[in-house]
Each structure stands twice: as C-alpha cells, then as structure tokens.
C-alpha cells in the first residue's frame, strides 16, 4: 500500500524549482494575448486559444554565480498541462495537479483550484489572466541566439511570486516564441530557448489527467488535496 506522509525536503524543493520552470516554459504562451502590436501577433494569440501547444525547451539558471541547466517538453492547453522536466513529471487537469520523481518514487497531489489562482505555483492559469497580470512595457527588434527577433518587455502588474521582469522573444517572420529571459527579485536570471513549437486542436482533458495506478506499492505519496 502506498504511503501518505508530509511533504518531504526532497521533492519540494525539485518541485519549487520546477514551478520555476513551468512559469518559464509557458510564459512564452501566456504573454502572447497581452501584446497589442496588431495583426500578426494578435492572430497568433488567437491561433492558440483553445488548441492544445506543444513545444521543448532548455534552460539556463544563474543565481549569483551558480549555473545549472536543463531540459525538457511541454503539452498545454487552456488550464491543463503536462511537464516533463528537471527530473520530475507534472500533471495537471485543472483539477488536480500530480509531481512525480520517478527516480526517488515520490510523488505529490495538490488541488488545483482555478477561481482562487496562485499563479506561482499554477503558471498555466497566466494564460487565461493574462491581461490583468502583465503589463507590456516595451517591443523593439532585437536578436536572441542569432537570429533577428521581436523581443517584448513585460513587467507584472500584481504581485506575481518572485519575477520582477521579463523578456520573450519571437522569431521575427514567423512570429512564435524562441527564447525568454526572467529576472528573480533575488537576482536570479533564468534564459530559455524554446524549440519544436506545434499547436494543434484541442483535445480531451483526459489527457492530462495522471493515473495513480501508475505509481508502484513502494511509491511515497503525500496528498494535499
């Protein structure tokens, strides 16, 4: 049987990292519908509402001189997404959110409560509150690994976790992300780069809903819920 304890050091603090991630990977989605630049970028906004985007990244983390870097993939749509990153899998149904170590065999349930949005903890939700959590301060031509893009500064307009700014990037022709740097109230800068960017209908919720079933008998599971 599956044991049910307090969250322990371990997984919290991956998953603390992880939503730093997740804010990252999907703020080049969330932004998008903010940027009043017309046309082009205001029917891309529209291209992805409701479908489900997909898309990898890689990151690197500065904090005072400490690096660390990774990978990994994301599938979003609308309040649902699935994460595959800094060695945990997160699951999210818009109901409940599933963190799973496979290596540790540990795992955390949370509810998921998208009226009551925190929005650190529940990047995803940026999307569909967007307009009242960004504030774009600026959009000028400029370059990210290379090659000529848009960059758009964003500054958020409520207390947003620790951002205290951020710049995405999108490709100058083809107008999807390529690349995001945060800024962290403590100093901490974290660049991605974004690639493989699809969008898709949507498609049933089901999919981004975890099965427990999945977890083996010597899983430590701690339910928050």
């Known amino acids: 049987m599956m044991q049910r304890i307090y969250w322990e ?12 991630l997740v804010l990252c990977a999907l703020f080049s989605v969330a932004v998008v519908p903010a940027i009043e630049s017309g046309g082009t970028v205001s029917r891309f906004a529209e291209s992805i509402s ?32 699935v994460l595959n990153g800094n060695g945990l899998e997160v699951s999210c149904d818009g109901k409940d959110r599933w963190t799973v170590d496979r290596n540790a065999h540990e795992a955390v349930v949370e509810s998921a409560d998208p009226e009551n949005p925190d929005y650190f903890s529940y990047p995803v939700l940026i999307a569909r509150d967007v307009d009242r959590v960004f504030a774009v301060e600026s959009e000028v031509m400029s370059e990210f690994n290379g090659n000529e893009a848009i960059r758009v500064t964003l500054k958020p307009a409520v207390a947003f976790g620790n951002v205290i700014s951020a710049e995405i990037f999108f490709f100058r022709d083809e107008l999807v992300p390529c690349g995001l740097v945060l800024v962290l109230d403590d100093g901490t800068e974290v660049e991605m780069a974004f690639s493989g960017f699809s969008v898709v209908s949507g498609t049933d919720r089901s999919r981004f809903s975890f099965d427990p079933d999945s977890l083996g008998e010597d899983y430590i599971v701690t339910d928050l819920r």
């Open 50 to 81: 409701g479908k489900c985007v997909s898309f990898d990244y890689v990151y690197t983390m500065d904090r005072s001189g400490l690096i660390m870097s990774g990978e990994g993939s994301v599938v979003f749509q609308n309040d649902s997404f």
């Open 9 to 20: 050091s371990g997984i919290k603090w991956k998953a603390m990292m992880n939503g730093v």
